[in-house]
């Protein structure tokens, strides 16, 4: 058991309110009525709980320290509640005691749990699922519970078996193709080259294939797996969509289909011809300057790393100065925007690691691509690419690459936020030298761009921040407190 005694934490605690990320509730709390919320943050960001500490609605300031004197069997229960009534259990929980003195003066303890984001689903032994939504914990159906599982890769989809479908469902050309150039002894007996690599599973002398198999391989997987398995292209004119009865489409939107290499090839070749909007500005023409490298690595992620789960295409959205490509299903595992360049985590390994091996393969970088990707654009002078933060994005992973080189101040803005976290106005201004209102002009296409966020409640209160993210610290603890 752990005491601390930390009067610096105190202040912060107290002005705290309940959020994604925290929670707090007085002693009379029964302790089995917290095992919701520490089931929710594990499933979501991670969070904080707190016992002994009055909630903010109810109480202000010192007045909140209420300790856990008053029933003290109620912090024991609750900690040997999350030892035994969570499935599978919890990993990631730290705790401790902080001293402090409690509203009535009296020297007392607020029990401080930890709990970091699971790469695993979390259920009560009572079969509730939660999930953390703000102030509130939501509770799962079974069926939100299953996709919670297969987005964060603890389950996996494409290992399942195909009910019905059968080798006259694959394309046999394109499995012939494939086993020649990977120089297989078993061209004759594709089935069996299959069952050793995760496409097909062998049960008491049959063959069933996966959905892995029929993804990578499939005349049709759309239609033999009844599920949007494709990728939608949209072309706008413009840089923005218009809706009304007339849309901006350069084309009607169209869906590629069919093996998963024929449609990473197809659509980077759509793009490719036809992403470079050739429109008179002044008395030059703006052709598109995104690498060829970075628009293929962000189709072949969306492939390789969707949730195939989900009833939806992937959508790339070509406008005048961008290319977006939006993949169904957050980030795997414990993924995030701000962490692209350092985590890994492969929601389709089987899918991976067959398209590598075709003679053509999109994915020759291993585990490099994304930071090739920035390395590019950044060559480029381009604007870096963008993933959206969840609260923008919360069921897809949507990557936008701008098809504009950088604001020179640009460069000045990002190092700034490096090491204040947040700009304003007049800092803008004092690091470059604009006037206020070229400054705003500034501040304001970023804003449009997404590539900044505009917070603060009041004109002299406002200041701008990257879009979302939350700083990475070594622990929930230290990113709350």
Known sequence: MEELEDNDVIPSLIEREESQIFECKQIQKKPSDVLPTLCAFANSDGGIFIYGLIDPAKAKGKERLAGISGVPDHSDELLRLIGKDFDPPLRDVTHFFLKIQNV???????????????????SLRSGYTYLRQGKQNVHLTHRQSLQLQYEKGSISYESEEVKRATLNDLDAS????????????????PLKFFSKNGLAVLKNGEYSLTNAAVLLFGN???????????????????????????????????????????????????????????????????RLKIPEYAFQEAITNAVIHRDYSIQNHIQIRLFDNRVEVESPGWFPGLVAPETILEDRFARNPIIERILKKMPEPPNLDIGEGVNRMFHEMDKKNLYLPLFYPRQYSPHAVRVVLYNEERISYWDSVQKYLEEKKKITNGEFRNITGLGTLEASEFLKKWVSQNLLEKKGKSKKGTYYQKPGFQLKEANVLERLL
Do not use: W
């Not at 394109?174 to 007996?189: D, H, R």
């Open 104 to 122: 009535s003066g009296n020297e007392d303890k607020l029990l401080l749990i930890s709990i970091e984001p699971s790469k695993e689903v979390h």
């Open 174 to 189: 394109l499995i012939g193709t494939f086993l020649e150039f990977n120089k297989s002894a078993e061209i004759a007996e």
């Open 220 to 286: 049709n997987p759309t239609v033999a797996l009844h599920c949007k398995s494709g990728i939608t292209i949209v072309h706008y004119y413009g840089i923005r969509r218009v809706p009304s009865e007339k849309p901006n489409f350069v084309r009607p939107p169209f869906t590629i289909e069919g093996p998963l290499i024929f449609q990473i090839k197809k659509a980077f070749q759509y793009v490719l011809e036809n992403s470079a909007p050739i429109r008179l500005k002044g008395a030059t023409f703006r």
